[in-house]
Each structure stands twice: as structure tokens, then as C-alpha cells.
């Protein structure tokens, strides 16, 4: 896509030089002495055991890529330019930490946009930024989130809702999900998942047409033989198939929350195996969705929300609309501007 718009574009690889693959050598021959003098380190408390153990466990998983990127931002540091603007993809990764701390090892304006502009559960910990870690240079200067749901008020570090652009579609289409009986079944990742979703599904023995939509990394084959009656798999894209259903059955998905802004009642499956990663806020549960984790409350609540979407219209919307208020910030040109300070000129960066 950047080549076609013939946009300047510069890889990690290019900025390397011989050098750096000798660093990186050395960083695999020292990193498991580093790890094992910080294991001696550490005391008898509960968090040094658990730190203690993961370390150990880690060992073998020498984190050479994260030492790179730190590497390529220390030349993009290097580079003789009046300023640095980094917008940049964060999910609080070892290898966002490494880059940021390179891109501030020797240039000293440089300005941090770590964009969280997607939906994630409190329970993806990883997500969570640390303001300890602002010391070490860790943190972006300005982390922008998807909606005002994810601010963090409390925390000393600059929270701001950005433009949602992963989400445009949302804002442009409507629906309307009373009348109709077909039903999303939304998989997630993980097999043991998609068996027990499955099993709950016989289970329910629903007489209603059933779109299931794999995650992209599934294999949809090894499924084929359990998709049957009225059940049938879909590759379309989730608005299309948002038009032709009264409700959406899934797990371990933002796309029950996109679901739940266009006023589609959701059911969240809770398979109890693992942690169970829910992306859907407590206001409007038991109205527009609800936990599940059987077929005879699956059965229950697709009767109670026909119900709902047809008799309580208003408070189904309500909610749809205060869902998209939460999580979601429409992408519009000034926003997105604003946001990254794309209209910014002279040497700010």
C-alpha cells in the first residue's frame, strides 16, 4: 500500500549495520548469565518465587528481536533531524519498551504516540501500562486509547481517546435486529474453546439459522463434520452478516462489543477452562447481553432478547448507543489530525 502511494518507507534491517549483528551475537552469548545473576538476586517474597520461576522457565527464550528493535531506534535517534514523532502501535510489549528506549538514547525531541486504538479486556495484563516505567524510558508520552472506557483517570501517566480507525465501519452502518431469528456464532482461537461453543450449541438444539465464523487462524476443515442442520460457515465480513441477525454468540472477542453498539444483543460463552477474557462493560448486562455456559442458557437468553429487542426497542438503543459512546471515537479527518498533530509545523515534534 505505501509503495503505491509512493510513500518513503524504512525497515529495521536497513538501518542495521554490521556492527549491530555483533551486538546481537554477544547479547545471545551474555543473556543467560545476565538472567541467572538476577535470579540470585532476588529474595524469598511470593512475587521474587513467581518472578524466579518464570525466568527459569523463560531461559531458552533468548529475546534477540526485542535487542534489535531497541538497536534500530537508537539510529533513528542518531539520525540529524530538527525532531523525532513516533506514532506507534502499543500493546506494552518487551519490543515496544526496547524501541521507545532507543528512539530516546540520544535525540532529545522526541515525542511518543503509543495508539491502544482497539478493544482489549482488563484481563490482557499486558496492556496495562506502568508508571514505573516512566523512568525508564519505557512509556510513550501520550497513550491514546479507542474509547473513554479505557482512561485510566487515575493513573499519572497521559490518557487521551483517540480517533477509532479500526472501527470506521461502525460508525456508518445501522441496524436492526427486530424480527429476525438467525444467529453469529463468533469462534475464538483456541480449539478446546471452539469444541466446548460447539458442544453448547448441540446442546441447545436451536431451530434457527446459525452463521459460525471461524477466527482467521482456525482450520475450518477439521469443523466441517460438526457444522450441521441449519448451521452454516461464513467467511463474510461482520457488518454484512450484522444485517441479517437478531444476535451474536461468541468469546474472547472485541467484535461482541461492535455487536452490542449497534444495538445486537450478545451472549458471551464462558467455557470456565482458563482464563476467561471478556470484553463486554457490566452496564447493560442482563438487557443487551449476558454470560452463558451451557446450551440451556443459550436457549434461555435468545428467547428473552427476541423478547427484548421487540418489546423494550428504546432501552435496547440506549444502551447500543451509550456502548458506543465507551468504547469507540469516530474517526474523522480533524480528529485524527488533532490527535497525532499531523498539522503541526517548525520543529515540534
Known amino acids: 500500500l505505501l509503495k503505491k502511494l509512493k510513500r518513503p518507507v524504512l525497515f529495521s534491517f536497513q538501518l542495521l549495520d554490521l556492527s549491530d549483528y555483533f551486538k546481537m551475537f554477544g547479547f545471545i552469548l551474555v543473556y543467560p548469565f545476565r538472567v541467572i545473576r538476577k535470579i540470585r538476586r532476588l529474595k524469598g517474597s511470593s512475587e521474587d518465587m513467581l518472578l524466579r520461576f518464570f525466568l527459569w522457565d523463560t531461559m531458552d527464550h533468548t529475546t534477540v528481536k526485542n535487542y534489535a528493535r531497541q538497536l534500530f531506534g537508537k539510529h533513528i535517534s542518531g539520525m540529524k533531524v530538527p525532531a523525532v514523532k513516533c506514532i506507534s502501535w502499543y500493546e506494552n510489549q518487551p519490543q515496544d519498551k526496547n524501541f521507545y528506549k532507543g528512539l530516546r538514547s540520544t535525540h532529545e525531541n522526541v515525542k511518543i ?4 486504538l482497539y478493544l482489549w479486556p482488563a484481563t490482557l495484563l499486558h496492556c496495562h501500562a506502568d508508571e514505573e516505567e516512566i523512568n525508564f524510558e519505557l512509556i510513550p508520552d501520550r497513550i491514546l486509547v479507542n474509547g ?3 482512561l485510566n483517570k487515575d493513573s499519572g501517566l497521559k490518557f487521551e481517546v483517540g480517533p477509532s480507525m479500526r472501527y470506521s465501519q461502525l460508525f456508518q452502518t445501522k441496524v436492526d435486529s427486530k424480527g429476525k431469528t438467525s444467529l453469529l456464532v463468533l469462534m475464538p482461537f483456541f480449539e478446546h474453546e471452539i469444541d466446548m461453543i460447539l458442544q453448547m450449541i448441540d446442546e441447545a438444539n436451536l431451530s434457527v439459522a446459525l452463521f459460525v465464523k471461524f477466527h482467521p487462524a482456525t482450520d475450518k476443515k477439521k469443523y466441517a463434520h460438526r457444522i450441521k442442520g441449519k448451521m452454516q460457515i461464513v467467511e463474510d465480513d461482520i457488518y454484512t452478516i450484522f444485517n441479517r441477525i437478531g444476535c451474536v454468540i461468541g468469546k474472547s472477542t472485541g467484535a461482541l462489543v461492535e455487536a452490542t453498539s449497534l444495538g445486537i444483543p450478545v451472549i458471551n460463552i464462558e467455557t470456565r477452562l482458563g482464563v476467561s477474557h471478556n470484553y463486554l462493560p457490566a452496564f447493560g448486562k442482563g ?10 442458557e443459550i436457549r434461555k437468553w435468545v428467547k428473552m432478547f ?3 429487542v421487540t418489546t423494550k426497542p428504546d432501552l435496547i438503543n440506549s444502551i447500543a448507543e451509550k456502548h458506543k459512546e465507551m468504547f469507540f471515537c469516530k474517526p474523522t ?3 485524527i489530525d488533532n490527535t497525532f498533530g499531523l498539522c503541526e509545523s517548525g520543529n515540534e515534534p
Open 306 to 308: 427476541s423478547d427484548l
Open 287 to 296: 438487557i443487551i447481553w449476558e454470560n452463558a455456559s451451557n446450551g440451556a
Open 148 to 150: 473513554n472506557y479505557y
Open 333 to 335: 479527518n480533524e480528529k
Open 113 to 116: 504516540y503509543g495508539a491502544q
